[in-house]
């Protein structure tokens, strides 16, 4: 019989190096039993050479693809080397490792087939930007409403997914990974768990959400859910995927 493997933490990173040495360190402290793979998204930095250093696995992208695709290429790896559990965390350092194994136990435990870490559990902004702490709450509500499920933090990068959720997300046509395909998920039957964690701000580096996203991340979010809404109906939606 062969041994199951571990969780395996997927960390995608963009010109992260003020930071990416830290979150390694932290997931080998706070989960030491947790595989770390890196997904590098063609830095133009010194990211790449730390990771190298560290010793942690680690894919370089030849070109810079964005979130999703590193996100996805990070899972199909993950599924090629025989991983059934991943837990995302972005390689800015917002992310707690101290949360990875409570994550990852009540994914163990059954409590959801998705288990998103949420800052907005008792709706406070916790020094989030006033404008996307409301467009967050805003698509939350609506992803709640669609699936039947409580959603706080739809915007939420860090998941833990298992067995039956993980080949949906690495071969799925999800373009933002956030509301949309949390919604696309509780359509099509499975079940999401929120846990509460604190993350702490960017320090360095630049964040994906730059000043136009209060103009496009509604757009975008907005036809994201109506595009998943209806894949799950065609797909069958209110049947879980097998």
């Not at 790449?48 to 199909?76: F, M, P, T, W």
């Not at 080949?167 to 998920?185: C, K």
Request: with cysteine; proline share 5%.
């Amino acid at each position: 019989m062969t041994a199951k493997r571990p969780p395996l933490a997927i960390v995608p990173a963009h010109n992260e190096e003020a930071s990416i040495g830290r979150v390694i360190a932290g997931l080998r402290e706070s989960a030491p039993g947790v595989d770390i793979l890196v997904v590098d998204d063609h830095s133009a930095d010194g990211t790449a050479a730390i990771v190298d250093r560290l010793g942690a696995a680690q894919i370089r992208l030849a070109c810079n693809l964005g979130y999703r695709n590193a996100i996805q290429i990070g899972c199909a790896w993950a599924r090629e080397h025989g991983y059934e559990r991943v837990i995302f965390l972005d390689g800015d350092g917002q992310h707690p490792p101290s949360e990875v194994l409570p994550m990852l136990a009540r994914l163990e435990r059954g409590e959801g087939d998705i288990i998103v870490a949420t800052r907005y559990s008792e709706g406070d902004p916790a020094g989030a930007p006033l404008g996307r702490f409301l467009g967050n709450q805003f698509f939350s509500r609506i992803a709640s409403r669609l699936t039947g499920q409580r959603i706080t933090d739809s915007t939420s990068g860090m998941k833990a997914l298992g067995p039956a959720v993980l080949p949906i997300v690495a071969g799925g046509s999800f373009l933002d990974m956030h509301a949309e395909a949390l919604v696309y998920l509780g359509l099509r039957g499975f079940r999401i768990a929120e846990h509460p964690a604190a993350f702490a701000e960017r320090t360095a580096g630049a964040s994906m959400y730059g000043k136009l996203a209060l103009l496009r991340y509604p757009l975008l979010t907005g036809t994201l859910i109506l595009c998943s809404i209806v894949r799950a109906w065609l797909e069958g939606g209110g049947r879980r995927a097998r």
